[in-house]
């Protein structure tokens, strides 16, 4: 009995953890809209937003946990500069 309850804890465990996964909604859209606003006075509002959508995918997949974020690393700058690369191709 006590093994049953040891595995299903530790089942109950995984499954909390793995919903866990990934930006919530609101991270997301609090993220575009924060950076969207920052840049839409430099590079116009439709390429900020293609660039922070872009930007917060890519951010979210090397860093699931939002609050982990480190823009300062080299995955994060990293991140950046395919963004801007991608804006870049869409200028040509």
Do not use: H, R
């Not at 299903?8 to 609090?30: P, Q, T, Y």
């Not at 982990?68 to 950046?80: F, N």
Request: hydrophobic share 35%.
């Amino acid at each position: 009995m006590k093994k049953l309850v040891v595995s299903l804890l530790v089942v109950a465990a995984f499954i909390v953890s793995s919903c866990d996964k990934g930006w919530k909604d609101e991270e997301k859209n609090a993220f575009i809209d924060s950076c969207v606003n920052s840049a839409k006075g430099t590079i116009g509002e439709e390429a900020a937003e293609k660039y922070c959508s872009c930007t917060q995918e890519k951010l979210e997949k090397e860093f699931p946990n939002v609050k982990d974020i480190d823009i300062e690393s080299e995955a994060g700058k990293k991140i950046i500069e395919e963004c801007l690369q991608i804006l870049k191709g869409d200028e040509e």
